[in-house]
């Protein structure tokens, strides 16, 4: 049988940004091939880093007045009431650098899968709000083929059979599939 048909990716998504901020270095070209986990860009993170600094210092200040408080309680000095409330400031304290950290990861964006990179959309400097796109990323390997078949032709068809298939994009290549 032969048929006319469409190739679409298996898997393709707009890459987008998850955090807004000023675009400070692109390290991808339009039609790369990328894996998954590869830097595409980074965003400016001096305020982040700031307020990770400020996050940590303070963390490190809670867990110290817990220690202190714990050793009091020991002497029975301070309530248990008092250690509570410094355990929950320490955790508390804790979970500021957690999110300031999130943040920073936000900042690197990576390609989420293996595949083929479309036009760069995004330029040096730019300034991204959360959502913005950047670059569209088809995966390649495996690809699917859409095909019509006349109706009276199913019977002939069946699961596992051999697909051969040209395109006018690789002249005189065969790719074969199931």
Do not use: C, H, W, Y
């Amino acid at each position: 049988l032969t048929a006319t048909g469409t190739l679409s990716a298996v898997q393709g998504v707009t890459v987008s940004a998850e955090a807004p901020g000023r675009l400070r270095n692109i390290q991808f070209e339009s039609g790369a091939r990328v894996q998954a986990g590869d830097v595409l860009l980074q965003m400016d993170t001096a305020g982040e880093a700031a307020q990770l600094a400020s996050a940590e210092a303070g963390a490190e200040l809670a867990r110290a007045a817990l220690e202190r408080r714990r050793e009091l309680a020991k002497r029975q000095l301070v309530s248990p009431a008092d250690v509570d409330a410094a355990a929950a400031q320490a955790k508390e304290a804790a979970a500021r650098v957690g999110v300031v950290r999130a943040l920073l990861a936000k900042k690197t964006v990576r390609a989420p899968f293996t595949g083929r990179l479309g036009l760069r959309q995004v330029n040096l400097g730019q300034i991204l709000r959360e959502g913005d796109p950047i670059v569209s990323l088809q995966s390649l390997d495996p690809i699917n083929a859409d095909f019509p078949i006349a109706q009276q032709q199913l019977a002939r068809l069946g699961t596992g059979m051999p697909v051969r298939l040209t395109t006018d994009a690789a002249p005189g290549r065969i790719f074969e599939g199931r």
